[in-house]
């Protein structure tokens, strides 16, 4: 999965535009970025990447990289 397919599916989690989304975007500065984005973040993860995240992690998510950080590390254990 490259790239733009994976701020694709970001962006779905976020109902935001995907043009919208580079991985130095602040979630804290999306309009978007409230608890219910949260919990659609983590769920997209579990689904696509079979990522779990735990309470640390998830106070860890302040960029859309950091989101890119948890999808690479999967598919880096697949390789």
Do not use: C, Y
Request: net charge negative; glycine share 2%.
């Amino acid at each position: 999965m490259d790239l733009k397919d994976k701020l694709s599916l970001i962006a779905q989690a976020l109902d935001a535009e995907p043009e919208a989304l580079k991985p130095e975007t602040k979630l804290g500065e999306l309009e978007e970025w409230d608890s219910l984005a949260v919990v659609s973040v983590i769920a997209m993860l579990d689904k696509h990447f079979s990522v779990r995240l735990k309470p640390n992690d998830i106070k860890s998510l302040v960029t859309v990289e950091d989101i890119l950080a948890h999808m690479k590390e999967k598919e880096a254990e697949k390789s």
